[in-house]
C-alpha cells in the first residue's frame, strides 16, 4: 500500500465529517482549473457557457460514469482570477466562485445575480459518502429529479435514487423504478439545474429533517456535478438534453393508441382483439405481448402451442394496421440445452460473484443469469438474439424488469459488472443496468431492421435513457389518486428529459371503475405514450369493456387523439431537437407562479404547448382549474377567459377540462384507424385570436418510419401568427418531401371578420358547426341523465390549396 492509500483509508474509514478543507495549490487546465485542498482533489470544468462541471474526489484521480454524458466539453472561452479569498471562474453566462478556504462555491449570472450557494460545509465525505450541502434562496422551488413520486415542488421532502420493481407502489412511494439525479432550482433571482453524474445509490434531501441546508449526497464514487444556468427553464432542461442525449424521433406508430395486457394469448385471442377495435371503430396502433407468449418464460421463444406461427400472426395483425412489441426480460433461465444460457455461458457474459461464479436468481422462468448489459460484447450478442422477433415481424420492445428485478429484492451487493472493463459492484452498476439493457435493445431492433426506427418501452432507466427508450411508470393501481400521481410522474420525466413516458391507462393493479377508466382515458390522449394495460387476473380492461357510455367516451378521445396527430408528430420532433418535454408542467412555462405549485393545480400541464390540461378524478362534476398568464379558450365552445385566475369548470365525464392558449396555432387530419392510414387530404389549422404578441407553430411531416428524413425526406413549415398584424403567415416550406396533405383549411377561433385575403385576395369565409368530440348516445331516457354536449357554432373557416410556396392570411380580426 502506498502513502496516498494509507491515507485515503484513513480519510474513508472514518464515520466524521470531513470537508474539502483550504485550497493549496490549483493550476489552469484548458477548460477550466484544477487543484489540492487540504483532504481532496477538485476540478472545475467549462462544458459551454451556461454550463460548469464540479469534481470533487479523495484520490487525486477522477473516475466518472461512463454512461450519462454524451456531450464534450465545447471550448467555450472563459477566465480565472484569484483574490486572498476566492477562486473565480467566468464564462460570457455564469461565474463559479470558489471560497478558497473552504472549498464552498457559489454560483452568478452574468449580471451578478447569485443562483445558487454551497453552505460552507461545501462538499464533503463521512467515511466513502460523498455529499453537497446547498443554501436555500429565497423562496425557491425545486422541480424535476425524473421518476419521483410527491409533489411537483420537491422543498421539504428527501428521495432516494435506487432503481426498484415496486409493485402497486404507492402514491407517495420512492425509490420507484428509474433514477434520474437532475432538478432545477428556480427563484426570483434566476434558475439553474444541476445534474449529480454518480451512479451509486443516492439521495437528494430538499429540506427534510433540517432547516439548514438542502444536499445531494451518493453513497460511494466522487462528487461530480454538472450546474447549468439558462433564462428559462425550458433551457434548461434543452441543456440538460444535449448532456445527456436527446430522444431520437420515433416511429408515428407508437404515438397511437396501444393496447397490452398480462397476457393476451393465445394467437386467436390477439387476433380478435385487433378485429374488435376495427369494429368497434377504435383507432389503435400497437398490441403488446407479455410473458406468456415465451415458452416457460425463456426470453427469444414464443411458446408452440399458444402461438404456433407467430410470423402469420404478426402478418395478419398488420394487413389490420396493428404493429406488435413483445416483452424482454432479462433474466436467462439457466437450463442446459436452452441456447441463450449456453452462449452466454460460454461467451461469459452474464454476471458474476468476484470469485468468477455465475450469479443466479430467482425471475419468472425460475433461477436466471443476468447479462452483464455493462459489457458492450453482451449488449452486441442481446441486439444479435433479437433477429429472433424481428423475422418474425415484431416491430418493438418492452424491456421489463430491468432494475434488476428477482423474487427477494435484494440483490447481493457484491456481485459485479463489467462496466466497460471497470469492473465494479452492484452498488455501482444497479441503477444503469436498465439503461443499458434498453441500450441494447434499441441496437437490436436497429441492426435487424435497418430501415426502419426502433421503437422500445423501459421500465428501468438512469441519466441519458431517453436516447434509447421510451418510459413508463410501472407497476401503477386503479384508484383516482394514482390517476393523477402518474400526471406528475410523467411531468416530472419531462422535466428530467424524458419526453416520451406514459403511465398505464386504467390501472395494472385493481379495478379501475367505469368513471374512473373513462377519465383516464381521456387524460391519457394527451400524454405522450398512449397505452392501457392491466394485470394478470383481473377483469378485462379494453375500451369497450366498462360498458357502452365508456366505450362512447374512450372512442371520442381516441379519435381526438388520431386527428390531432399532426400537431402530436410535429411536437415529437421539435422535441427530439429541443429535447423539451411533450407534457409540460406549468413549472416550464410560469415557474414564479406561485399558484401553479398548489397542490389543486400542481398536475395541470401543456400538451402539445397549446393545450392547458386540467386533470380531474373521475368522481367530479366541476373542479377548480388555474388559468395561468395569457388568454385561454375552453376547447369545446371556445368560451374565453382571462389568465391569472381561478375558474370553476364542469368536468362531466365526457368533458375533460382542456383549454386553448390564445394565439396558439395548430394542426389536425381527419380520422383515421392507425396512423398509417391515409387521411382525407385536408390539413385543418386552428389558431385562435390573441389581442397582441406572436405566436409560431412547426408543421412536421414524414414517411413516419425511415431515417429518410435525416437526409432531408421532410416537409416542414413554419407558421407565424402575428396578432398586431393581423396574418397568419405560412411560410415557404423546406425539405424534399411533399406533403401528404393537398389542401389546407384554417379554422379561425375568436376572430370576427367575415372576409380575409389569401395572399392578397379575398376569399369569404364558410362556416361549420364544429365538434371536437362526438354527442354521446343518450342510453338512459331520463333527462336529468343527459350528457352535456358541446359544439362550436358557425365556427369560420377558410380553405386554399396547400402549396409549399410562402401563403399569407391578412386581415384576421
Ligand atoms: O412481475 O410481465 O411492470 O407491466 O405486465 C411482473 C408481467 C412482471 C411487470 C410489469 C408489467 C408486466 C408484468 N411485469
Redesign the pocket.
Known sequence: MNSQQTELLKKSSSSRFMGMGKILDWERTPIGIKGKTENGFFQLSIFDQSIIRVQASLLDEFNPNPYSVVMEPNEAPFEVSESNDFLILKTSEIQAKVDSQKFAVSFFDKTGNLLNQDDSLGISWIGTEVSCYKKVQEDEKFIGLGEKTGNLNRAGNAYTNWNT?Y?AYGTGDDPLYMSIPFYIGVHQKGAYGIFFDNTHKSVFNFGASTNRFIYFSAEDGEMDYYFIHEKVVGGIISKYTELTGKMQLPPKWSLGFQQ?R??YYPDSEVKTLAQTFRDKDMPADVIYL??HHMEAYKVFTFDSIKFSDPKSLITYLKSKGFRVVV?M?PGIKTEKGYLPYEEGKEKDLFVKYPDGAEYQAQ??PGWCAFPDFTKEETRTWWAEKMAFYTEAGVDGFWT??NEP?SWGQHTPNLIEFDFEGDVSSHRKARNIYGMQMARSAQEGAVWNKKEERPFVLT?SGFSGIQRYAAA?T??NVASEEHMLAGIRLVNSLGLSGVAFAGY?VGG?AGEASKSLFARWMSIGAFTPLYRA?S??NSNDAEPWAFGEEVEEISRNYMKLRYRLLPTIYSKFHSSAQTGLPINASLAISNPLDSKIYLSAYQNQYMFCDSFLVAPVESTKEITKVYLPKGSWYYLFSDEKYAGEKEIYQDCPLNYLPVFVKAGSIFSMQSDVSNTEEMHDGILRIHLYAQDEGESHFTHYEDDGKTFDYQDGAFFKRELIYQAEESKLSLEKASGKQKSSFNKVRVYLHGFNTDLIFVNGESQALSTEDYAFLGKLTEFDPLPEHDHPYHEISSLKFVEFEHLPEKIELSGLF
Open positions: 420493481d409493485f397490452c398480462y397476457s407479455d410473458i416483452i426480460d425471475v419468472w421489463d424488469m428485478a421500465r413508463w410501472g407497476d398505464d395494472f394495460h394485470m394478470i
